[in-house]
């Protein structure tokens, strides 16, 4: 393991955190609040944290040379999964040093679960955090949606460094995920653009809606990364508006799909886009679920009104599939029926190359494929039958990955609900709470209901969920390999 080489992309990343801080130092002068006894002010807390992420990035970058030796792929991983977890270190001062979090696990589980898009928060009262803070929420959500690897990915092979296996390991589906053009720099550029689009374009629409420009620029943060961090203790509910939920709705939807079929799009390759099998059966998916979900609500007699039935669950199926997390209905509050099927949705998760979390619709696609083959070799035992997605044969070593991932997911899965539970946490809680970090979706059942609250785990449950969150961020792999000797000798 080539450790300097390490340290030295994780120093250029600090230091373009530390230029990142400029934003919320900004909306926190804009919105001046005199800081909390004892405590420091935002612009003082900020302006600490980019003066120290600054210092040192630059002491990493300088004293570090990546020498000549090339970036391999366990490099791409340590780079990665360490750069989360040191930027969320960071992440974490500004809520600490104001006062927002008295404990610095809170302060650090609320900014893990913004940079890896989770939305599990800590928080009780968000309507009484200073904008500032509640800005620099929603912001670490949107850095974390595409990742501030992948925006290093532009500005890395200016400065000589390899970025390949970043991409790798940082890009939801990892290797699968097709580059658009054949330097990874222009595919990062290209990827950022679309993100950017999707950003303004929700930003403007939200704003037509009557939103505050504060509150559409921290939602439109949330969404399009798939957060669910708001600006409100009632999350989308405060607004009380169907056409906010919509717009909402929509750009969900939107960033659950794998970006580089936005840029298809935008290009009129929308032929590329229809016959994508993933989107195919992300959407069909969806619209069962949903027609499900509707049906039984009304069926139940949950509520007589067949349009706040079918509102209430398109919202929270869309948020709970793309693992968004924002919530207009307490969905704990629903029949036992749907409420586990809504744990079930949250584990199937979005698209490959998007910014939702969890398994990914890919990832099942290809599981029920594979159930159909062995089906199908049993009666036909020397039939060589090909795993295909559309029109292409998925390689051999594809399909052990995907086997392997899932087998790791469930386990980690269980182990951590043991774990939960042997705290004194409920059984529902403790699966869903694990359901909800691990594929970065925020809300769950019992004491973390729709709204995501977490402030009641204890101690050592919270360190195990922040392990889950980066966990599921990192798609387990990435985690795992560190903690494997072979992967640190040379």
Partial sequence: MNVKAILNVIGILLIML????????????????????????????????????????????????????????REGFAIVAFSWAIISLFGA???????????????????????????????KDIDSLPKGILFWRSLTQWLGGMGIIMLSLAIFPVLGIGSFHLFKAEVPGGSNVERIQPRLAETAKI????????????????????????????????????????????????????YVESVIVLFMFLGGINFVL???????????????????????????????????????????????????????????????????DDFDRWPDFLRMLMVGIMIVGGCSGSTSGSLKAIRIVILYKIIVRELQKLAQPRAIIPVKVGQKIVEPDHLTNIVGLT?????????????LS???????????????????????LGIVGASGD????????????????????LEIYGVVLLFLPMAWKK
Avoid at 44 to 59: K, V, Y
Avoid at 280 to 286: L, Q
Avoid at 427 to 443: C, F
Avoid at 462 to 469: D, G, P, S, T
Wanted: hydrophobic letters at 50%; a neutral charge.
């Fill in 262 to 328: 936005h840029y298809q799009a935008l290009n009129g390759n929308f032929e590329v886009v229809y016959k994508n099998p993933e989107l195919r059966f992300y959407a069909g998916f969806i619209f069962v679920v949903t027609l499900m979900t509707a049906s039984v609500l009304w069926w139940t007699s949950f509520n007589p009104n067949l349009g706040t039935v079918f509102r209430s669950a398109v919202f929270t199926v869309v948020s709970l599939q793309t693992t968004t997390g924002f919530a207009t």
């Fill in 407 to 419: 087998l790791l997911y469930f386990g980690m899965l269980i182990l951590n609900s043991l774990f």
């Fill in 422 to 444: 042997l705290l004194g946490l409920n059984l529902e809680t403790a699966v869903s709470a694990t359901v909800a970090t691990l594929g970065n979706v925020g809300p769950g």
């Fill in 191 to 242: 990827l950022w653009k679309a993100y950017i689009v999707l950003t303004c374009l929700e930003i403007v629409l939200l704003r037509l809606g009557g939103v505050s420009f504060f509150d559409a620029v921290c939602h439109t943060f949330s969404t399009v990364s798939t957060g669910g961090f708001s600006t409100h203790q009632a999350s989308v509910n405060a607004f009380n508006s169907l």
């Fill in 454 to 473: 977490y402030a009641s785990i204890p101690f050592l449950g919270k360190w195990a969920l922040i392990l889950c969150m980066l966990m599921g961020r």
């Fill in 93 to 123: 001062l500004p809520f600490y040093l104001t006062g927002a979090c008295p404990w610095f696990v809170d302060a650090f589980f609320e900014s893990v679960s913004g940079f890896t898009t989770t939305g599990a928060s800590i928080f």
């Fill in 18 to 73: 530390s230029g990142i801080l400029l934003l919320p130092i900004g909306v926190s002068l804009y919105y001046y609040q005199p800081a909390h006894a004892h405590y420091l002010s935002e612009v003082n807390a900020f302006s600490m944290t980019l003066a120290i992420a600054c210092f040192l990035g630059l002491c990493f970058w300088k004293l570090f040379p990546p020498g000549i030796e090339k970036l391999r792929d």
